[in-house]
């Protein structure tokens, strides 16, 4: 299982477009894009980072967390 993080709903938007999460946990979203992909929209700053990493973890133990945005 692959797991994509992104910070913010704009960030997230042109991988899902328009489309609803499948889940949401603690004001985490989640994208189910396929059999062993998911995207996340956690927040932004290293607490929400990592309490979305967490709750991935813990809901679909991933072999790869990839953060796919990076502000500076």
């Known amino acids: ?7 913010m709903p704009k ?3 042109s991988l899902v477009g328009e ?3 499948d889940e949401v946990t603690c004001g ?4 189910t894009l396929g059999p062993e992909l998911v995207a996340c929209c956690g927040g932004v700053g290293k607490v929400n980072a990592a309490m979305a990493a ?8 991933p072999d790869l967390i990839l953060n796919a ?3 500076g």
Request: charged share 20%; glycine share 4%.
């Open 1 to 7: 299982m692959t797991v994509l993080m992104y910070a």
């Open 11 to 13: 960030e997230i938007k």
């Open 19 to 21: 489309r609803k999460p």
């Open 28 to 31: 985490v979203s989640f994208y």
């Open 54 to 61: 967490q709750l991935l973890i813990d809901r679909f133990s």
């Open 69 to 71: 945005g990076v502000a």
